[in-house]
C-alpha cells in the first residue's frame, strides 16, 4: 500500500479509534450502574417506611381489640367477650418489638416505641387485677376505670405521634426517591448526548484524518505510477543501450581485425545513436599523421573512404583540443573549423561529435560521427560514444598487443624450430659417431681376442700360470667388450631401424626366444611353463623376439646360484582407450627388484649388481623398452627383493591382414 504516513502512526490511530469508544462505554455504564443503586435505595428507605406505618397500625389494632375485649367482659362477665383480649395479648409485645427492630435507625422513634411499651405494661398491670376482680363479682373502682382510660389514651397519643412521623418519613424519602429518578434520567440523557457527541466529533476526526490520508495515498501512487512509468521508459532505453552495448563487445570479442572490429563496432551503434556517417582514424603522433582504419555511412558516399591519410592537425585547431570530446552542434554557423570539419560541411552534415580514443591516457585515434541534422547528438549520446571509444581504444590495444604476441610467438617456434633441427642432427651424428665407433671397434677386439687365442694355443707350453691367466683375462675381456659393443649396435639399430608392424603370434616369439637359450637353459636347469593358447599381436616380429629374449634370459639368469629358475609365461586381454591390447607375463622366482629400482633397470648402463655376481652389458632392458616403445608397445615390472619378478609387455592385439599397420614414431624426413 502506498501510503507516505508512518505505519505506527497509522497503527497509534486505529487503536485509539477502537480503544475510546470502549473507554466511553464502561464510563456510561459506570455512571448508570452508580444512579441506579442511588435510586433502587431511594426506594427501599421508602418501603421500609411504608412497612413501619404498617407495623404501627398493626400494633394499634391489637391495643384496641384488647381494650374493647376487656371492656365487654367487664360488662357481661362472660368469657367469651374476653377472646379478643388473649389474642391481641399473645401478639402485642412480639409486634412492639419489631416495630422497635424496624425504626432502630430512627432514635426518636425508637424512644416512642419504648415509651409505648413501657405504657402497655402499666396499662396491662391494671387489667389483670380489673379482670380477677369482675370474676370474683365485685365491682370496678371508678378510679380504676378513669386511670386505665387515661394510660389507654397515651397509647393513642404515642402509636399516633409514631405514625405521624412515619409518615413524614416516607413523603421525605418519597420525593428523595422522585428526585433521585429524575437526576438517573437527567444525567443518563447528558451522558449519553456527551458521549455521543464526544464519539461523533472522534469518528468525524477520524474519517477527516482517513480521508485525508487516502487522498495523500491516492496522490502519492499517482505519482509514484507516473515515476514507474519514466522509470520503465528509461529502463527499457536503457536495456536497448545495454544490449547495443554488448553486441559491441561481442563484435569486439569476435573480431580479431581492426576494420572488421570497428565496422562491426559502428554498425551496432547506430542501433542507439543516430548518425548518417561514422569514421575512425588511428594517430601516430610521432609522425603526425593520421589514417582512418574503418567507417560507416547511411548516405552512401563516404566523406572520408577507409585508407585515407590526412594529418593530425585536420582533426583539431590545436593539438590539445584531441584529448577531449569536441561536438560541433551546426557546421554551417560555425566560424573556425578544421579541415576534416570542413570536408563534413562540404557534403551537407550539420553537427559532429568526435570522441578521442586513449589507451593508458594515451591518445591513439578519434571515434567522429556526422549527422544531417542540427544538434544530433545529445547527452546520451555523447555517453554512448564516450563508452564505444572506450571499447574501441582497448579492442585496438588488444589487437596491437595480440598481434605482437604472434609475432613473438611465430619468432620462438622459428628459434624452436632451428634449435630442434640442430639437436636432430647432432643426434644423427652422435648416433652415426656412436654407431661408427661400435662397428670400428670390434675389428681391433678380433684381433686382441685372435692374438691372445694364437699366443694360448702357439705359446701356451712356454708361458707360466701367470702369462696364462693374462692371457685369459684379455680373452675374457675382450668377449666382455665384444658383449657390449653388440648390445650397443642392437640398441643403435632399434633407433635407425625402420618398423613396420605386423599380426605376430605371441606362441611362435615364445618359441624362437626359447630355441635362442637353449644353452642357458640346459645350463640352469630352467623350468619354462608357457600358457597353451598365446594370442596374436601388432608387433615386429624379430624386434619382439630380441625383446622376449631378453627378458626370458634375464629371468634365467637373475636367480640365486642354488635355486632352479621357474618362469610362468602367459597372457591376458585388456582394453586402453578403446583398443584391446595383449599383456603377456614372464614371471620368475629370481632375486627380485627394489621398489626404488625397478625404473632404473630400463636405462642404458644401469646395472644392480657387480658383473662378478651377474654378468651382463647393462643394456638388455633397455632395448625391450626401445623396441616396445617403437613398437607402439609399453613393458613393465612388478616385484619384490626376494620374492621374484613379473615382467609384463603390452602390444595392441592382432588385427586382419588387410588392416596391417605401419608404426614408424620417427618423423618421415629422418636421414636415418
Known amino acids: 500500500m502506498i501510503l507516505i504516513v508512518p505505519q505506527t502512526q497509522f497503527r497509534r490511530r486505529l487503536t485509539r479509534a477502537i480503544a475510546l469508544p470502549i473507554v466511553l462505554l464502561l464510563l456510561l455504564s459506570g455512571i448508570s450502574i452508580w444512579q441506579t443503586t442511588r435510586l433502587l435505595s431511594a426506594l427501599d428507605w421508602v418501603d421500609h417506611t411504608s412497612r413501619v406505618i404498617s407495623q404501627a397500625n398493626s400494633a394499634q389494632n391489637l391495643l384496641l381489640d384488647m381494650e374493647t375485649g376487656f371492656r365487654g367482659y367487664l360488662l357481661t362477665g362472660e368469657q367469651e367477650f374476653l377472646e379478643p383480649y388473649e389474642q391481641a395479648n399473645r401478639l402485642i409485645e412480639p409486634r412492639l418489638e419489631e416495630l422497635k427492630t424496624l425504626v432502630s435507625d430512627n432514635p426518636s422513634q425508637v424512644e416512642r416505641v419504648v415509651e409505648l411499651t413501657a405504657s402497655f405494661q402499666r396499662w396491662e398491670q391494671q387489667v389483670l387485677p380489673a379482670i380477677a376482680r369482675r370474676q370474683r363479682g365485685e365491682l370496678e373502682p371508678l378510679s380504676d376505670l378513669r386511670g386505665r382510660k387515661q394510660i389507654m389514651d397515651q397509647m393513642r397519643q404515642q402509636i399516633a405521634a409514631f405514625i405521624s412521623t412515619e409518615e413524614r418519613l416516607r413523603n421525605q424519602r418519597s420525593q428523595t426517591a422522585q428526585a433521585t429518578t429524575q437526576s438517573v434520567i437527567l444525567t443518563s440523557l447528558l451522558l449519553a448526548a456527551g458521549i455521543g457527541a464526544m464519539l461523533a466529533y472522534f469518528i468525524y476526526r477520524q474519517i477527516l484524518w482517513v480521508s485525508r490520508v487516502y487522498k495523500d495515498a491516492l496522490q502519492t501512487a499517482q505519482l509514484r505510477t507516473q515515476e514507474a512509468e519514466q522509470s520503465a521508459i528509461s529502463l527499457q532505453r536503457s536495456a536497448r543501450r545495454l544490449a547495443a552495448l554488448h553486441d559491441i563487445d561481442r563484435a569486439i570479442l569476435a573480431a580479431e581485425l581492426d576494420r572488421p572490429l570497428i565496422g562491426k563496432a559502428l554498425t551496432k551503434m547506430r542501433q542507439v545513436v543516430k548518425f548518417q556517417q561514422a569514421f575512425v582514424a588511428i594517430f601516430d603522433l610521432e ?27 585536420d582533426f583539431a585547431l590545436e593539438q590539445t583540443m584531441l584529448n577531449g570530446v569536441r561536438y560541433v552542434q551546426n557546421l554551417s554557423t560555425a566560424e573556425a573549423c578544421p579541415p576534416v570539419l570542413v570536408q563534413l560541411r562540404a557534403q551537407g552534415f550539420l553537427s559532429c561529435l568526435s570522441v578521442p580514443l586513449r589507451v593508458d591516457h594515451t591518445l591513439v585515434g578519434e571515434l567522429n560521427l556526422a549527422s544531417t541534422e542540427p544538434a544530433a547528438f545529445d547527452e546520451e549520446a555523447q555517453e554512448i560514444a564516450f563508452e564505444v571509444a572506450n571499447q574501441l581504444a582497448i579492442a585496438l590495444e588488444q589487437t596491437r598487443l595480440r598481434t605482437q604476441l604472434q609475432n613473438y610467438a611465430a619468432l620462438l617456434e622459428q628459434r624452436v624450430s632451428d634449435r630442434t633441427a640442430q639437436l636432430e642432427e647432432t643426434n644423427q651424428e652422435l648416433e652415426a659417431f656412436t654407431y661408427s665407433v661400435s662397428h670400428d671397434l670390434r675389428a681391433p677386439l678380433r684381433t686382441i681376442h685372435g692374438f691372445a687365442n694364437a699366443l694360448i694355443e702357439d705359446c701356451g707350453e712356454q708361458l707360466d700360470d701367470l702369462g696364462r691367466n693374462y692371457i685369459a683375462s684379455i680373452m675374457e675381456d675382450a668377449a666382455q667388450m665384444n658383449g657390449l659393443i653388440s648390445d650397443l649396435l642392437n640398441y643403435s639399430r632399434l633407433t635407425r631401424t625402420q618398423i613396420s608392424l605386423q599380426p605376430t603370434k605371441l606362441a611362435e616369439v615364445v618359441e624362437d626366444a626359447l630355441k635362442q637359450l637353449t644353452a642357458q637353459i640346459q645350463e640352469k636347469q630352467a623350468q619354462i611353463e608357457v600358457a597353451a593358447a598365446l594370442p596374436g599381436v601388432m608387433a615386429h616380429r624379430s624386434t619382439l623376439i630380441q625383446a622376449v629374449t631378453n627378458l626370458i634370459g634375464n629371468a634365467i639368469k637373475f636367480v640365486e646360484p642354488t635355486t632352479q629358475p621357474q618362469i610362468d609365461i602367459f597372457a591376458e586381454e585388456t582394453y586402453h582407450n578403446g583398443r584391446r591390447w595383449i599383456r603377456m607375463w614372464i614371471v620368475d622366482n629370481g632375486i627380485g627388484i627394489a621398489p626404488e629400482h625397478q625404473e632404473r633397470v630400463f636405462r642404458v648402463f644401469e646395472r644392480l649388481h657387480g658383473a662378478e655376481s651377474y654378468p651382463g652389458t647393462g643394456i638388455g632392458l633397455a632395448i625391450v623398452r626401445k623396441g616396445l616403445e617403437r613398437m607402439g608397445g609399453q ?38
Open 287 to 313: 609522425t603526425e599523421t593520421a589514417q582512418v582504419l574503418a567507417s560507416n555511412s547511411q548516405v552512401g558516399e563516404l566523406a572520408l573512404p577507409v585508407g585515407t591519410r590526412l594529418t593530425v592537425a
Open 635 to 672: 613393458v613393465g615390472v612388478e616385484s619384490q627383493l626376494g620374492r621374484g619378478s613379473r615382467f609384463w609387455i603390452a602390444l595392441p592385439m592382432a588385427v586382419p591382414p588387410s588392416h596391417n599397420l605401419t608404426h614408424d614414431p620417427t618423423p618421415p624426413n629422418s636421414s636415418y
